[in-house]
């Protein structure tokens, strides 16, 4: 009968064994990941209504009296920026609705950049802040903490991964085992620590995939991984999209490099002007051939560089069917090279799709509430997590979940979280660092 009895528990001590080694790198997890959740959800929270907010913040600069009198040039409205700030103009957006202003973006004499917001009924200018200065964009590059340099915005990489495992983890400890407390209601009040537990759960448990699936679309823009994606997705570091070759001179410029376009199209080069014998058909003329080959309003438009730069018009809004991009010979006015999402094979189609749904703009505005829900599911995870972590914690200790008395099963449980390091390799190195000190702070009990 012992034997028998001896038997039956050694599946339970596995099992038990192997829940602790899960519970403790999920604590992990959220202690490396949980403050850094909290700012990606404010921020990226905020970011989903950037066009409400910056309207709303910016409007004396972005707002415009709609008259009824013909609208200025775009030469004649560039030509009014470079009076109020002289430089080189770079860029023009021409109004995208009867009352918004016109933007020019414009590199000053020490290579700094900067918008001019000017009327386009009168070429007024409104007034001018630095390129991508507005609070929308300080938002977004806190959001990436790009805003804090390179090595922080290699953090985020760090962040999403850990995310992902953190989900894994945390879904392991939910599902019920026979349980019927803490799996879809919360027991108790908020006095109580089972209440902060069951509140975490179960809120994690409807939100995790969404968490998931903001951390995979967010990760396209990390500093490693995402680069290295795009220029395998490209190929050779050309760039352009599978059925897209076009017989014209190609620069060693790249689209990203004159502003904000698609993931798809970071690494795609950009043609040079062929015909230089002739005169240059000039912006006017440009931003006409952009109307009538129908590129939708509130594109932008890159100006040529040099004799041998082309006039680059690109547009990415909501409805991903009208992405584009049209590259002009600045000389014959010709087009060098068009393209839209239609062109994007099939990773980059899949790509654009979870990075417009991650930004809210898919669906329009039940895309922004829902993408701001799960924002708020993870602000509420992370304040959980800390208040149930305080409960428990014994005083004058971090507390770190206990080993598991059997050593290979943490081990077991670090070999299947090392696939997600594989994947993305700074989570992996993260993970070996993680290890490291779990080795050296919290030595394992005997097995």
């Known amino acids: 009968?012992?034997?028998?009895?001896?038997?039956?528990?050694?599946?339970?001590?596995?099992?038990?064994?192997?829940?602790?080694?899960?519970?403790?790198?999920?604590?992990?997890?959220?202690?490396?990941?949980?403050?850094?959740?909290?700012?990606?959800?404010?921020t990226g929270g905020l970011y989903l209504f950037r066009y409400e907010l910056d309207g709303l913040i910016h409007r004396d600069l972005k707002q415009v009296e709609i008259r009824t009198s013909a609208m200025a040039a775009p030469s004649a409205i560039v030509a009014n920026a470079l009076a109020a700030i002289p430089g080189q103009a770079v860029k023009f957006?021409?109004?995208?609705?009867?009352?918004?202003s016109a933007e020019v973006t414009i590199r000053t004499a020490d290579g700094t950049r900067k918008v001019a917001y000017v009327d386009p009924y009168d070429g007024h200018v409104l007034g001018q802040l630095p390129d991508k200065g507005t609070v929308m964009w300080v938002v977004?590059?806190?959001?990436?903490?790009?805003?804090?340099?390179?090595?922080?915005?290699?953090?985020?990489?760090?962040?999403?991964?850990?995310?992902?495992?953190?989900?894994?983890?945390?879904?392991?400890?939910?599902?019920?085992?026979?349980?019927?407390?803490?799996?879809?209601s919360v027991r108790g009040d908020a006095g109580k620590r089972v209440f902060w537990r069951d509140l975490h759960a179960v809120t994690g448990a409807f939100a995790g995939l969404f968490v998931v699936f903001l951390a995979v679309t967010g990760m396209p823009w990390s500093v490693f991984w995402g680069d290295q994606v795009n220029r395998w997705a490209n190929g050779n570091n050309f760039g352009y999209p599978a059925g897209v070759r076009v017989a014209v001179p190609m620069s060693d410029e790249h689209l990203h490099h004159a502003g904000p376009t698609s993931w798809s199209l970071e690494q795609a080069r950009v043609p040079e002007s062929v015909a230089k014998a002739a005169a240059p058909i000039g912006l006017d003329t440009a931003v006409a051939k952009f109307d009538a080959l129908g590129l939708t309003r509130g594109y932008a438009v890159?100006?040529?560089?040099?004799?041998?730069?082309?006039?680059?018009?690109?547009?990415?809004?909501?409805?991903?069917?009208?992405?584009?991009?049209?590259?002009?010979?600045?000389?014959?006015?010709?087009?060098?090279?068009?393209?839209?999402?239609?062109?994007?094979?099939?990773?980059?189609?899949?790509?654009?799709?979870?990075?417009?749904?991650?930004m809210g703009q898919e669906f329009g505005l039940a895309n922004q509430l829902f993408m701001l829900a799960v924002c708020l599911a993870i602000i509420l995870l992370a304040v959980s997590a800390g208040v149930m972590w305080w409960k428990r914690r014994p005083a004058g200790s971090l507390g770190v979940p206990p080993m598991p008395p059997r050593r290979r099963t943490l081990y077991g449980v670090f070999a299947i979280l090392g696939i997600g390091g594989v994947i993305f390799p700074l989570v992996g190195a993260s993970l070996l660092a993680m290890l490291a000190l779990d080795r050296l702070f919290w030595p394992m009990a005997k097995a």
């Open 140 to 184: 977004r590059q806190i959001h990436s903490l790009a805003y804090f340099g390179p090595v922080a915005n290699g953090v985020i990489e760090i962040v999403g991964g850990w995310a992902i495992l953190l989900v894994a983890t945390g879904l392991y400890l939910w599902w019920p085992r026979g349980r019927s407390g803490g799996v879809v």
């Open 302 to 358: 890159n100006l040529p560089s040099g004799p041998a730069g082309v006039y680059t018009g690109s547009v990415y809004p909501n409805d991903l069917s009208r992405q584009r991009v049209i590259h002009l010979d600045q000389y014959s006015g010709e087009p060098l090279i068009d393209m839209s999402f239609a062109d994007y094979g099939p990773l980059g189609k899949a790509l654009e799709w979870g990075i417009n749904v991650h």
């Open 1 to 42: 009968m012992t034997t028998i009895s001896l038997a039956e528990t050694a599946p339970a001590r596995a099992s038990a064994s192997f829940y602790r080694a899960v519970w403790r790198w999920h604590f992990y997890a959220g202690l490396l990941t949980l403050p850094f959740l909290i700012l990606l959800a404010v």
């Open 93 to 100: 957006v021409p109004p995208e609705t009867p009352s918004a």
